[in-house]
């Protein structure tokens, strides 16, 4: 059973940052891949950002590519979105999710999980307004 843990949510105004943490704990060894994911009302759930926590190779999606960075700390079992120049379309509930890494190809953001991703956080509120 892995759990995951998200922290870092809230409120900004367009052009401010925020930094999400995903704090993993239980039978996590194995979860070589972590991502995030978000869900705006109304719409789909869409992968953000991932990264193979073994080489740390890093996707993201179109929409946020140059403003937002996910990097881990291998030693917390943590991961963090770095989320900069918000705009008022990136308000959505935040999810942190992790597998076993795919490692086939073609690469590309959400490929890392090879398919719906098994754990899943409780997710964090990012809220952006204009």
């Known amino acids: 059973q892995v759990q995951l843990a998200e922290s870092g949510g809230g409120s900004v105004q367009s052009g401010g940052s925020l930094r999400l943490s995903c704090a993993a704990s239980?039978?996590?060894?194995?979860?070589?891949?972590m991502g995030w994911f978000r869900q705006a009302p109304g719409k789909e759930r869409e992968p953000v950002a991932d990264i193979y926590t073994i080489g740390g190779d890093t996707y993201y999606a179109d929409s946020v590519k140059g403003r937002f960075s996910i990097t881990q700390d291998s030693a917390k079992n943590t991961i963090y979105l770095q989320m900069n120049s918000l705009k008022p379309e990136d308000t959505a509930m935040y999810y942190c999710?992790?597998?076993?890494?795919?490692?086939?190809?073609?690469?590309?953001?959400?490929?890392?999980?090879?398919?719906?991703?098994?754990?899943w956080g409780q997710g964090t509120q990012v809220t952006v307004s204009s």
């Open positions: 999710a992790a597998d076993r890494a795919w490692f086939g190809v073609p690469r590309g953001i959400g490929s890392c999980f090879g398919g719906s991703p098994s754990d």
């Open positions: 239980g039978y996590s060894y194995n979860r070589n891949c």
